[in-house]
C-alpha cells in the first residue's frame, strides 16, 4: 500500500433529483493531481440487506419476482431497503433483514447471522448492503407486499443454486451471489466444526 492514493475533494455538492427511492448527488471534485471532475453523480440510497432464510430441512428460501432494470423475472434473496422505522431497534440493518423477511415470505427466524458487508458499487452508490443468514424459521403468516410488488417463493437446494449460478443458467444480482457464497462457506465451517 502507497499514500499516493488520496480522496478527491469536493468543492460544490447540490442535491439534482430526490424522490422517495433515490437521491442524486452531483460533486464538483477535483483529484490529488487536480483534474476537476464536475459533476460527479453519485447514487445515494439507503443501506440495504439481503436475506438467505434456511429452511429447517437444509433447503434455502430464494425470491422470484419483476426487476424492472432489466426487464425479466429474477431470481433473488429475501432484500430491501434500510428504513428510518428500522433505526428505532439498535442494530437498523438487523431490523430491516427481520421486517424483510416477514413482509416478502411470511416466515420468522428465531436466529439471524450476519455474513458480511459489502459496498454495491462504492464508484457511484454511498450505501452498504448487510448480508443475513436466517436459521429457526417458522412460518408466521401471510406476505404483505409492498404496493406493485408481487413475490414467488422457491425452496431450494444451495449447492444446486451454485451450480446454476456457476453454469450460467441463473443469473442473479451480484450482492445476492456473494451472499450465497458467504452462506455456504458459514455452513460448511459450522458443519465440520460440528463433526468434531
Known amino acids: 500500500m502507497t499514500d499516493e492514493l488520496k480522496p478527491w475533494s469536493v468543492t460544490a455538492s447540490r442535491i439534482t433529483y430526490e424522490d422517495r427511492w433515490i437521491r442524486i448527488r452531483s460533486d464538483d471534485c477535483v ?36 426487476r424492472h432494470g432489466r426487464g425479466e ?21 438487523l431490523a430491516a433483514a427481520r421486517r424483510e423477511l416477514r413482509e416478502e415470505t411470511g416466515y420468522e427466524a428465531s436466529t439471524f447471522v450476519k455474513l458480511l458487508t459489502s459496498y454495491p458499487n462504492a464508484a457511484s452508490h454511498s450505501n452498504a448492503v448487510t448480508s443475513w443468514l436466517a436459521l429457526g424459521l417458522s412460518k408466521a403468516g401471510e406476505p404483505s407486499f409492498d404496493p406493485g410488488e408481487k413475490v414467488e417463493l422457491l425452496f431450494t437446494d444451495l449447492a444446486a ?9 441463473v443469473i442473479m444480482q451480484s450482492m445476492h451471489v456473494a451472499a450465497l457464497y458467504a452462506a455456504e462457506s458459514w455452513l460448511r465451517t459450522q458443519a465440520s466444526e460440528g463433526l468434531k
Open 31 to 66: 483529484t490529488a493531481d487536480g483534474t476537476v471532475i464536475a459533476p460527479f453523480h453519485v447514487l445515494d440510497y439507503p443501506d440495504w440487506i439481503n436475506v438467505i432464510p434456511v429452511m429447517p430441512d437444509g433447503r434455502v428460501l430464494l425470491t422470484r419476482e419483476y
Open 73 to 93: 423475472i429474477v431470481l433473488g434473496l429475501v432484500a430491501g431497503g434500510v428504513e428510518r422505522s428500522d433505526s428505532n431497534t439498535g442494530d437498523a440493518a
Open 161 to 169: 443454486i451454485l451450480g446454476d449460478l456457476q453454469s450460467g443458467a
